[in-house]
């Protein structure tokens, strides 16, 4: 099975930022669908970023032009920076990746920000 661990999580005040990665056990280049989501106190988790192969991204609405979501294929590593941090963004950080129609996902890294 795959393995994803992320890293980069921290605490950060509002306006801040942070840069998340996720570090896979395998390669990715020919996996098309990894990205990342998130999950906050009393929600359910929540579809942050989905990159295709060649890098193009998707993101929600709550965080399109704040938030960057990049791979590495030839590392088997995924990015996500995030800049102007809001308090809401608070929740743990999930690397995602599906293959032979499985879900794969991290550990999870905390991202806490301050108002």
């Known amino acids: 099975q795959v393995q994803l661990v992320e890293s980069g999580g921290g605490l950060v005040q509002a306006g801040g930022s942070l840069r998340l990665s996720c570090a896979a056990s395998?390669?990715?280049?020919?996996?098309?669908?990894v990205g990342w989501y998130r999950q906050a106190p009393g929600k359910q988790r929540e579809l942050v970023a989905t990159?295709?192969?060649?890098?193009?991204?998707n993101y929600a609405d709550s965080v399109k032009g704040r938030f960057t979501a990049s791979r590495d294929n030839a590392r088997s590593r995924l990015y996500l920076a995030m800049n102007s941090l809001k308090p809401e963004d608070t929740a743990v950080y999930y690397c995602y990746l599906k293959k032979g129609g499985y879900d794969y996902w991290g550990q999870g890294t905390q991202v806490t920000v301050s108002s």
């Open positions: 990159l295709a192969g060649g890098g193009s991204a």
């Open positions: 395998e390669s990715i280049f020919s996996i098309n669908v």
